[in-house]
């Protein structure tokens, strides 16, 4: 259980927004407004993926907090406007997890962690107003391309429409990868960008089924990328040459070379 004093540090932290945004406060915290700290909203969240990728306790701690401050000035913001203060927000959290967990906080039994999901879709479906909503509902589109389509493949596999495995997914790859070389002999620039959005799409699906984060793939793969071609710099200038006056042999001579460099995962 949270100790007593978490409350009031976080108490605490709501007087200190409160006194940032009012008479005589900060002058930069007072213009804000929710479009001006949209953009912060969604580095600090990116700043919490990097130090957990670290994985420094410290470094956690200091962007969680950060990206709390967030969800604080945004909520100040509602206050002002009339709309919702702390107190609401947190209440309504509060219910909405007791409510979506009866295996924890009511009589229901439930064994695994599919059936919870399971459970959780099913009672936010029965919260709905109005007409059925989509399985794949509540999936920003203003999401990184990747992270989209990890959640909408998610959100899909929840009710059973799913691949059995990554090496059954796979073989969707390699369709999708025919394609775009079809596209790309009928020299077709709209349906060239469509293929290749399936299959980078295919490509997600056997990240997500082989427990890999996309992004986080996709972000090593830059890394080692960047890592070997300074190499490549690096191994030019000992020649006393530059990358752009080589060929495209030796080029490659010297990034098989820097390749070999690499520690294998």
Sequence with gaps: MPSAGAGERFTELLSVMTRLRGEGGCPWDREQ???????????????VLEALDLADPTRVMEELGDLLFQVVFHTEIARERGEFAMEDLLAALVDKMVRRHPHVFG?????????????????????????????????????????????????????????????????????????????????????????????????????????????????????????????????????GRELRVMTLEEMERLWLEAKSQEPHP
Excluded at 33 to 47: C, G, I, S
Excluded at 131 to 159: D, E, K, Y
Aim: no cysteine; charged share 30%; net charge negative.
């Design 33 to 47: 407004t929710r479009e001006t700290l949209r953009p912060f909203l969604v580095e600090e969240t990116y700043e």
């Design 107 to 239: 009589d229901r039994l439930l064994g695994t962690a599919a059936e919870a999901l399971a459970q959780w879709e099913a009672i936010k479906q029965a919260e709905g107003d109005g007409p059925r909503r989509s399985a794949l509902h509540g999936v920003p589109r203003s999401l990184p391309g990747l992270l989209r389509a990890q959640r909408i493949q998610h959100r899909a596999s929840r009710v059973g429409f799913d691949w059995q495995d990554p090496v059954a997914a796979l073989q969707k790859v390699r369709e999708e990868v025919a394609e775009v070389e079809g596209a790309l002999r009928d020299g077709a620039g709209g349906k060239v960008r469509a293929e290749l959005g399936d299959l980078l799409f295919a490509v997600v699906n056997v990240a997500r089924l082989a427990d890999v984060d996309p992004e986080a793939a996709l972000q090593g793969a830059v890394d080692r990328f960047g890592r070997r071609f300074q190499r490549m710099e690096d191994a030019a200038d000992d020649t």
